[in-house]
T-cell receptor
């Protein structure tokens, strides 16, 4: 139990569907992150939120839309995805954005695009 | 652009062996280096290294950072089958628009046979 909970654990969707991934952290952290982990590639940072404000969008296509209603919750809204978007999507949180303390990860959502 | 390279990419050993995993980095405004262990789920935090030459230990695992040569090693002694996992290292950028950003290496897949 890492204190970061992601749902769903697995998601299969067609390219025309709209779905959302959810992340909740119970650690009292102020920074939250979305990462993409594809086979044989390093973890890629997608978005960073600090105190609910987006501070980084790492050139992510607009078919991925993040939302952070409060410091404990983070969503990733998905629409018209492509097969190459199939991957493990990991959420993480940390006390602050600056990197002085480690990020804590959730178990991820395994996404498959048909 | 920040870059982290891990070697070897995969390693197969027998229980009781000692292994050394390598991580080299090129990170502007370098702040720290992190090691994570990833089994089938969330990457779990192992070590955060900020200063050169100071070994961090946790049981059979230890790690050290060399900021002059820009690398870190993770040692595991008396390996057990439960050590089988992907080991990730990440460099933390402490400056500018990349403040707090983690850049991950590809990971080392460690397999420990009984």
């Amino acid at each position: 139990e890492t204190g970061v909970t992601q749902t769903p654990r697995h998601l299969v969707m067609g390219m025309t569907n709209k779905k959302s991934l959810k992340c909740e952290q119970h650690l009292g952290h102020n920074a939250m992150y979305w990462y993409k982990q594809s086979a044989k590639k390093p973890l890629e940072l997608m978005f960073v939120y600090n105190f609910k404000e987006q501070t980084e969008n790492n050139s992510v296509p607009s078919r991925f839309s993040p939302e952070c209603p409060n410091s404990s919750h983070l969503f990733l809204h998905l629409h018209t995805l492509q097969p190459e978007d199939s991957a493990l999507y990991l959420c993480a949180s940390s006390p602050s954005r600056g990197g002085s303390q480690p990020q804590h990860f959730g178990d991820g959502t395994r996404l498959s695009i048909l | 652009e920040d870059k982290v390279v891990q070697s070897p990419l995969s390693l197969v050993v027998h229980e009781g062996d000692t292994v050394t995993l390598n991580c080299s980095y090129e990170v502007t405004n370098f702040r720290s280096l992190l090691w994570y262990k990833q089994e089938k789920k969330a990457p779990t935090f192992l070590f955060m290294l900020t200063s050169s030459g100071i070994e961090k230990k946790s049981g059979r695992l230890s790690s050290i950072l060399d900021k002059k040569e820009l690398f870190s090693i993770l040692n595991i002694t008396a390996t057990q089958t439960g050590d089988s996992a992907v080991y990730l290292c990440a460099g933390v950028n402490a400056g500018g628009t990349s403040y707090g950003k983690l850049t991950f290496g590809q990971g080392t897949i460690l397999t420990v046979h009984p």
